[in-house]
């Protein structure tokens, strides 16, 4: 079968699929699926959007036939560089310099700076009994961000600017913004100068010694802020929808199945370097690939009671479908931040009171990253004096949570 006769949604006259994918992507994509595994869209380049397993497997381990070069990210200045555009044989490499500093090992030493920079945020952001769970989730994880990659040391203000245009619709969010680049790249530098010079054990100061690691910090602080802090405020609205997963011994459950139900990275893309074949349809050289965690982790033929919260699937034992589940990506590529995005979560979740849901639009708002509408106005249930939960942290160990 050739690329064209993919079966593809209705296509409008001259704009193709560009219009919808503009306005209402999940839907698009979701009646994509509905008329195959692999189906073709019209985005101005030749487009195939798979979400099966075999699918997954395939473009997320030929990493010389899908290249990230030319990908979406490349388009995104904020993620456009660093180890997420460098392609195979360079990548692996590249991973092996920066991996160690986002282990479970090294962040251990980090543990203590993000839980104390959480609790400094949530004395003032969870004074009130009722807040914005997306606001809330916003500050905490710029918080604990700064935390692990500067000590705390980055202008919160500045960090706050850089980031905040990547959350707009498109097209703002591929806007070049060289004048801000520079300034937050200028106090990077100013940082990271400083821990040449006299050590240190952040992030940053890890990221200091590669080649082009002041870059790495920055790409890799834009990969991780949204997708934390919309995975971050998602779970607390669950949360207060569901008083009954609320213990902390639930949370990594609910984490998990927020992640099914909303991964942040809803959508990946790939470009094909040369023809290739994929059950029977022959790929032309240059297309774009897409594969979608979305689309994977909602498939019904894969997942019981696929478009429902349900966090008891993931009690003890329990293994997702093979290459089904990827909200951090899959094979070589895997999230450098995974563990890092685990512990922050746990930690926040963890430091929060009891909570009931007060009223929000928890509607699901595809831009560069998923994330909820807003506002998830929640509120503090009253029930007797606070534990050491409501707004502290209990510390438990890296290795109990990722
Ligand atoms: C809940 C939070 C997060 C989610 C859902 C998430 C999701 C993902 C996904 C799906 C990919 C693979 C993209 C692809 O295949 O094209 C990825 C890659 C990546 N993520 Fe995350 N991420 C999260 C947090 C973080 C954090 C905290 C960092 C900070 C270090 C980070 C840094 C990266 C980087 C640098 C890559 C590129 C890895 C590579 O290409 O080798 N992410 N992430």
């Not at 910090?217 to 609320?246: C, K, M, N, V, Y």
């Not at 919260?309 to 993931?314: A, D, I, S, T």
Request: charged share 20%.
């Amino acid at each position: 079968m050739n690329f064209s006769d993919l079966p593809q949604p209705r296509p409008l006259p001259f704009s193709g699929h560009l219009q919808r994918w503009g306005s209402s992507p999940l839907s698009l994509i979701e009646e994509g699926a509905a008329l195959g595994q692999l189906f073709g869209l019209q985005l101005g380049l030749r487009t195939v959007v798979g979400y099966s397993p075999a699918w997954n497997k395939r473009l997320l381990s030929d990493l010389t036939t899908f290249r990230s070069a030319g990908s979406f990210s490349a388009v995104v200045p904020y993620l456009s560089g660093g180890v997420i555009l460098t392609d195979a044989p360079g990548h692996g490499p590249r991973r092996q310099t920066m991996n160690p500093g986002f282990g479970k090992k090294h962040l251990e030493l980090l543990q203590a700076r993000i839980v104390s920079a959480l609790e400094q945020h949530n004395r003032q952001a969870l004074s009130a009994p009722e807040f914005d769970a997306l606001a809330w989730a916003d500050g905490a994880v710029l918080a604990m961000l700064n935390a692990a990659y500067f000590s705390g040391e980055f202008p919160q203000e500045l960090m706050h600017a850089f980031l905040a245009p990547l959350r707009q619709p498109f097209p703002t969010p591929a806007w070049p913004r060289p004048l801000l680049f520079a300034r937050f790249d200028a106090e990077l530098r100013r940082l990271a100068g400083r821990r040449l010079r006299e050590g240190g054990d952040d992030l940053l100061s890890l990221l200091a010694r590669l080649p082009g690691g002041v870059r790495e910090a920055r790409i890799s602080l834009a990969a991780g802020h949204d997708t934390t802090t919309h995975t971050l405020a998602w779970a607390t609205w669950f949360l207060a929808g569901h008083p009954e997963w609320q213990a902390p011994e639930h949370h990594r459950a609910v984490i998990k199945e927020t992640l099914r139900l909303y991964p942040p990275g809803w959508m990946g893309s790939r470009r094909l370097a040369h023809d290739t074949e994929f059950g029977g349809v022959t790929l032309p050289k240059g297309a774009l690939a897409l594969y979608s965690p979305y689309l994977s982790g909602r498939d019904p033929l894969l997942w019981e009671r696929a478009a429902e919260f349900w966090p008891l699937r993931w009690q003890a034992g329990f293994k997702p479908p093979a290459w089904a589940y990827l909200p951090f990506g899959g094979g070589e590529r895997l999230c450098l931040g995974m563990h890092l995005a685990n512990l922050m979560l746990e930690t926040a979740l963890g430091s929060l009171p009891p909570l009931s849901a007060v009223r929000g639009d928890p509607t699901p708002r595809p831009g560069v990253t998923l994330g909820p509408a807003g506002p998830l106005r929640v509120r503090a249930r009253d029930e007797g004096p606070p534990t050491s939960r409501g707004g502290g942290c209990d510390i438990r160990t890296v290795e109990d949570i990722t």
